[in-house]
């Protein structure tokens, strides 16, 4: 099999760790073809990550502007071609742009009938919006891509890959972590997840303004609950996002509401023993597991990956409060969720949606080469 992936935004926060992802899996799985990357300014961040990649991944690169190439090339760059070989020679393209700058992107690969892969903070209805505006025709199929649930590989593989779906969005860091814990959960008589996840004002690069002492409440719902709500749509959410002046990791304080008895126990089971979910012990030997950032550099210290913090799992306490309320169980919960690398196994198995993979095989295969675990922390964790 051959099938060349170009990547926008190669050195973006999920979209640099999706390239080492996919390279992995290419290799694992003999998926021959090359990994493309498209340039913009030559700053010393794109440079160095250029370099790794290369090292380690062998990427090809690209050129989105001219007047660039003379700096690239100073740096000891080899560029292949500019915007147009880039989509020519790439016959799935991630684009990994912030919010709002995809459209471009995505008419590109309408003409050169590329598959696209979307991240989860674009607007899919903005970028229809947008190519009406340009009169660009959309394709049929495109067009209801466009308009489709979101893409989480884990419960929607299969309807994707039947629907021969050319683009797709891939849920968002939070929305990932919501939709593996209602994965698990649903089969105990699930109806609903309410509370408030805490997100980070903003990437450990980003510079942004923030009172450190203040936690910004959103006004209503966030994004993430919605989200899900595509894809599990017999589980109701009311999720309100917060931004709190931290950078690592997202946390989510949720209730989980269940038709009848449903014990700690029964949850932390269902968890464990979903695909990249790990449940953290509270108690430990006479030590607790409370503050974030000791559980995050605690489980990362043990795993060997290529970018630093890089954790695929959702983290999730052991210390849940069950309260009974009539005919109705409320579990409240503590996740944690490492943003800028929950959503990358997802990403992988987009591209592998195009490369024709079948679902029964590609979530073992996903985790086994990128070394994905689930279980309890640190005794009990399969791949």
Known sequence: MRNNVGFVGFDGTECKRAIFAIHSVKEGESISGDLNVLLRSPHARAKSMLSKQKRICNVRAFLSD?????????AGVVIEGGLQEFFDQSDVVAIGTPAGYE??????CISHDCRAILMGGASRSKIREDLANNRIEIPENIDDDLKKEFFFGLSNFEKFLNSGS???????CNTTAISRAVLAAQPLGLQAVVGNLDRRQGDPHDIVRVSPGAVQFGQGVGHQGKDAGTIFDEVRFSI???KVPTTVPHVHHLSFIFQGDVTPD?????????????????????????????????????????????IYELLISDAMIP????????MQTVLMVEQMSVPVPNYVEAYLLFCGFAAEKVHSLVDRHLGCVHGVWPDNLSV
Request: glycine fraction near 4%; hydrophobic fraction near 30%; charge should be neutral.
């Open 66 to 74: 001219k007047k660039d190439k003379n700096k690239w090339e100073g």
């Open 103 to 108: 459209t471009p992107y995505v008419q590109s």
């Open 166 to 172: 050319k683009l797709v969005q891939c849920t968002s």
């Open 240 to 242: 309100r996002a917060s």
């Open 266 to 310: 029964q949850l932390k089971d269902r968890l464990s023993r979903t695909n990249r979910v790990v449940i953290v012990p509270y108690e430990d030997e006479g030590r607790v597991h409370d503050w974030t950032s000791e559980i995050l550099e605690a489980f990362v210290s043990s795993l060997e990956r290529p970018i630093s913090p890089e």
């Open 323 to 330: 309260f009974s309320l009539g005919d109705y169980t409320l």
